[in-house]
């Protein structure tokens, strides 16, 4: 197996699974701060690539900014429903889980009907290739990847050195202890779910060129997260990242060997493995 | 002696909650347990509870060694205890809270429990007239149909008791339990206490209310930084120099 | 309310489900109609199971998985094995009931959201078994087909058949009543009692006495066994087995007919599943529509009603009666607010 051949299997894996860490950073982060599965995740995924739709290829804005505009306003729509919805249900998982089912269903149901049920496309805003050895790769490909490192490293900072990150990560430990220390975990808990949404809709919309748009674009990411989150450590940021660069490891290389189909059920049996070794993840809490 | 920590310690990481701490409770008496805060006297519960493992150490309860049981082993030989925060059953009526807790999570009798047979219904009977006893010992039992989240606070204090009698433990480990009281509802409950004692019951617990603690225990044990640094009588702590030290120089902080 | 009163609720309640059951064919013989009393029947054995799981604080999504693993057991039993139908019915509920025990005691490791994501990806790992692998048995994308009715039983006057709807209906109800009076006998005993103390605190339950993962995993297996009981019946009505029926869309709409319900009461699954029911059947024509209005009012029902629909005569009846005591108790003064 020439060497080229894995290295580009390897980045085609990573490529899109740096895509998918993003959006399990979001779920992670709103799963720690407000102790909800926001089963809707999905649909913030899938309005950035509306965004990035209607913005750029029906409004003909510049890529660059259609994302920055992307990443605010679904990050902004984060806002709304958390304030709206989700912070009356902060740490009653079971209720917030239906709650966000009924707003994947409300979602879903206006973009089919307001957009259509099939696929649009977006172009591509970055064209042209790199060379690098044997190994080519799409411009942006690696426009993709670099852009998610960067908001990966943009959130890493942002936890671990601003006064407020370090309070989210307070609330997230210990919401009760965090506002004994007076803690603002409105702020918090608005931020977080805005945060991780605006990462759901970086994603959408990083995507959007390189798959097609569609209602139901995110039910597949929203899986991939779930799996990263699984193998890399529950309520682990850095675990996320881990999870991220194996799934897409096993994915890039299992795409050389067997179909599509076989291969999204690589990611499922690396779940198991997981789980029956080390049920909280490899880099998970104990 | 009924309860004994030997040279218990909790770590958490890099700090040490509990140094080396070593401590008896005698059957029959009221004993309590008192220091500035964070003296890791909740954390001393939390050990002997079960609810926390011990770093190092032993802890032995009627000869029996308990420290490395779960919580729901260390109730069935006899010890229950309250929380700080009034934890109780919300969406239950204050007589369910009660059941709930005289079952003491009884596993057996799945199929006895199915067909409703005699044994089943003989235990469900005695079940039911403990609860009503203990209600009746804290005055709750008009309030027995009531959701328990609906209660005014020092009758979710008194059903918290409540639920710790009816699991028939015989240490009742009580933190804070005069904590929020006015003066006229603290002397009721101090009676109270003095009343368990006079039925058999060992009593072990932190308050901060100094007065009730030198009136009411037997035996005081005090906390500082984690380590024991005086036991005895209540006239001998309250003359001890350490003790006093130890107060002055972590502000009392009392609400 | 004392315990001696809870049991007559039992006992009324299930004596409503009966007398509903048995009127059903006796107000009408058409088809569909039946059909739909029988999937309805069907849907409550799976979200009363699923509510005693979710009563003691599990947010099981696996629980189709156990449906659809004594569902496949049941058919190849049947189909491989020569086994009767009547065979097959008690063996292959405790099939997955088996399953469960291993299941169950994975995800009993983490909590919370996590317990969530694990029971989620055993979902997905057992419906992707079933889609893909074992495909000389399991029928593979395709499904598994030609399985066998129910095998008649030979009775006084000659054998019953259930080919029909209706015999499938009266196998349906039979199969949900005894289910049912199981769950609501054990939901009125101390099983419920200390279901119910676990979901509302862990850690009390604990120090007074409760072995918490037992009880969990406890009724965990009892859910997928009875899981396992629709699922034997769906194979041998449907007759044609596919991964989809065990998937997250399914799954999906009983948490959410369960949840909507309320967890809380056993009556809950009930109302939550005929008030959806009813809804799916008057909206049927809307489409997209549909599934918008089924998410708002999930939306509003949850946010408005966060202990269910079954706790709405409750609520309404705190809201007028405020500062009463219930049940015969005396009244303790203006303090006391519902």
Known sequence: MPIELLVQALLNGFGLAVVYV????????????LEVINFAHGEFYMLGGFAAYYLFAVGGLNYFATLVLAVLLVGLAGVVAERLVFRHLRGKTLNAFIVSLGLLWVLQATAQLSFGVLDKSVPSAVSGIVRVGGVIVSRERLFVILTAVALITGLYLFLKFTRTGQAMRAVAQDTDAAALQGVNIELASALGFGIGCALAGAAGALLAPIFAVSPTMGALPVVKAFIIIIVGGMGSLPGAVLGGLLLGAVEGVGTLFMSSAAVNILGFLMVIAILLLRPRGLLGAA | MLLELRDVSKRFGGLQAVAAVSMTVTAGTIHGLIGPNGAGKSTVFNLITGVLPVTSGEIRFKGERISTLRPSEICRRGIARTFQATTLFREFTVLDNVMAASHLGAERGFVRTLLATAAYRVREAAALARARDVLGAVRLLDAAGLRAGALPHRDQRALSLAMVLATGADLVILDEPLAGLTTQESEDAMKALRALRAGGKTILLVEHDMRAVMGLCDVITVLDHGVRIAEGMPRDIQANPAVIEAYLGAEDTRA | MPPELRRVDGWIGFGLLLAAGVAVPLLTHDS??????TVTLRNLLLTMSLRYVMSTGQLNMAHVSFMGIAAYASA????RAGWSFWAALPVAPLLAALAAVPVGRVALRVSGPYYFLISFAFLEVLRLVFNNFFVDYLGGPSGLVEIPPAHPLPLTGGAVTFTSKLAQYWLMLVL???????????????FGLVNGAIRQGELLAETLGVNVPRYKLGAFVLGAFFAGVAGVFFAHSQRVLHSSDFGLEPMVLLVAFTVMGGVGSVWGPVVGTLVLAVASELLRELHHYEILV?????????????DGLVALPGRVARWFGRGRAKDGASTLGAGLAP
């Open chain 3, 176 to 190: 949900f009543l005894a289910s049912a009076a199981v769950l609501i006998r054990l939901e009125f005993s101390r």
């Open chain 1, 22 to 33: 993003l959006v399990a950073l979001g779920l992670t982060l709103i799963f720690s701060i």
């Open chain 3, 76 to 79: 190849l039993l049947v189909t």
């Open chain 3, 294 to 306: 089924y998410g708002l009012v999930l939306m509003v029902v949850m946010l408005f009603f966060p």
């Open chain 3, 32 to 37: 569909y109609h039946l059909d739909v009393a």
